[in-house]
């Protein structure tokens, strides 16, 4: 998973700084032949997409951070799981390419990117979708509640929803 990630790094445009990840997928693939294929496309909402040549495949949905991280749900239940580090988020950020100044801050906000890595090590490799609902900082305490084939991320908010495809 890592290098399909930082596949997708590969294609960072500063027009996108500041942004925050709404939606992650991932498809582990079946096979396949040829390079890396890439892309990207909109202004506003971005998506970004890329296949491995082994048929891996992420594609991900990228908003702008003004008014995405209001409001979060309080949330109840779980049990603990990590706890991110600032020097860790800003040395997951640099393996993997990603440029996004958010990662990189003195209280940084972990990366979509990273806590899918997380989870897929937490939860098996397997086709997955990860919908983001609040940022996590580092520093802040991750529980995580699972309900059948969902697994809720939370800090004091419903952060993000990991759901096994």
Known sequence: MHAIIQ?????WQSS?????MGELKYRKGSGGSGPYRVSASGRRIVR??????????MDLMLFPAAGFAVGGRKAE???YWHTFSADEVRQYSASVGDHNEIHQ??????SGFQIAEAMEGL??????????????????????RSEGKTVSG????????????
């Open 7 to 11: 596949s997708l790094c590969s294609l």
């Open 16 to 20: 996108w700084q500041g942004m925050v």
């Open 48 to 57: 970004v997409s890329a296949v491995s040549p082994s048929g891996e495949r």
């Open 77 to 79: 239940g779980g049990v």
């Open 105 to 110: 801050t003195e209280s940084p906000i972990v």
């Open 123 to 144: 939860e098996g490799k397997q086709d997955f979708r990860i919908r983001f609902h609040y940022p996590v900082r580092s520093g802040e305490a991750v529980s995580l």
């Open 154 to 165: 939370m800090t004091d908010v419903l952060c993000f929803v990991w759901e096994a495809l």
